[in-house]
């Protein structure tokens, strides 16, 4: 894998769907948005740009993040993220203050 810059993203592709969902609760439930579509062709123009790489999964992958899933009782797709944060060696950004926890831990382990 090419070096990315430092302000570049890293995540599973399942952040897609992610971030697709937080605007669509951010416009249908919490009614803070009137309209979720251009927070979401924004957050597309930045995957093309290059400025967030979205991975495909790997075997081995899913099942590091099942297994951390268990390990820590938390989703495995949360799961998902610290266990690619530690396969690439970075450190976790996220505001879940829970799995920034369990990621800063394992990755001193």
């Known amino acids: 894998m090419e070096l990315l810059e430092a302000d ?7 952040a897609l769907y992610e971030v697709a969902n937080s605007i669509w ?4 439930l919490l009614r803070e ?5 251009p927070y979401l062709a924004l957050f597309l123009a930045l995957i093309y740009s290059g400025a967030i790489t979205l991975l ?12 951390l ?3 820590q009782r938390i989703p495995v797709y949360d ?11 970075l450190a976790l950004k996220t505001f879940d203050e ?8 394992l990755s001193r382990g």
């Open 79 to 89: 799961a998902a993220f610290i266990a690619l944060s530690l396969e690439l060696g």
């Open 56 to 67: 495909r999964p790997w075997n081995e992958f899913v099942r590091e993040s099942y297994l």
């Open 33 to 37: 948005i009137e309209d979720g579509l």
């Open 98 to 105: 829970r799995l920034a926890k369990i990621a800063k831990n």
């Open 8 to 14: 570049s993203v890293i995540a599973p592709d399942l």
């Open 25 to 28: 609760k951010h416009q249908n």
């Open 69 to 71: 899933a268990s390990e």
